[in-house]
């Protein structure tokens, strides 16, 4: 593969199990780490169009296969994380992590504490509509920066999201380099609170110091275009693995954890293929005991190693 020439950092056949949190997966033929906007926007436009992409954030909902990635990898890093408020908005590079966006936030009297307990960066939040304690990233998104795939720089607006639950219709070559967030005014003590006992509530009933990548699965319903729901009417997906006798069950390294049924967890020595494979054996097994079908919210992607045939 010919690359261009870059002020960022190019690294082929680069290991991308330590960059997820679950800890698996095997390398990506190149990993691009931009200097900066421009850089990435060169890189973009002078690397053949044949050459996939895939835009990776900090992998906290992500498997990577363990045969790899192939193309480039892009992860965004210093220069792509800072934050700043602006009345109630919020300005957060897409590399910032969603809780720093959520404690800056407060501090300025803004009203984003739903993203305090939200695993990964601002990029995956907006790419993903993330959501928690019944607010979605729709519900605050003013607009968006990205670099597309031939190395355009574009503004995005909610119009151009089309957010669904948890989900956008951003392009997956897109790299998504900034958004501006607009919450509601509140006090900084209040919300600083708010974030504290949102986190001693989420310790209480999520396997925390586990190696996972937060919840598996969607809860099995229909969501309205922003992702909002009627809770009262909601199966958990939590709930119907429970129900079809799969809390606790393990394949190799991976457990459906005991703690929280809907968090895949790499008890020790899974590979990805565990682990994915795991996923899969539970959706199997609810469908046939409750036909119930449940849809992954972890992203899968590379390619599974040459040895393992199993889909």
Known sequence: MRLPDVRGTLTENRALADLTWLRVGGPADVLFQPADVDDLRDFLAAL????PV????????????????RGVVIRLGRGFNTI????????????????HVARRAAEAGVDLTFLRTIPGSIGGAVRMNAGCYGSYVADVFQSARA????????????????FAYRSSHLADSAVLIEA???GPAGDPDILAQRMKDQLAKRDETQPTKDRTAGSTFHNPVGHSSTGRSDDTNDLKAW??????GMRGATLGGAVMNTMHANFLTNAGGATAADLEDLGELVRKTVYDSLHITLEWEIMRVGERAPHDTTE
């Open 84 to 99: 700043a408020a602006e009345g109630q908005s919020v300005i957060a590079g897409a590399a910032a992590l969603d809780a």
């Open 54 to 69: 895939f835009p990776m954030g900090v992998g906290s909902n992500l498997i990577v296969r363990d045969g790899g990635v």
């Open 48 to 51: 053949d169009p044949a050459v």
């Open 147 to 162: 670099v597309l795939r031939d190395g355009t720089l574009v503004t995005l607006g909610p119009d151009d999201l089309r």
């Open 180 to 182: 501006t967030l607009q």
């Open 239 to 244: 709930k119907v693995i429970e129900d079809a």
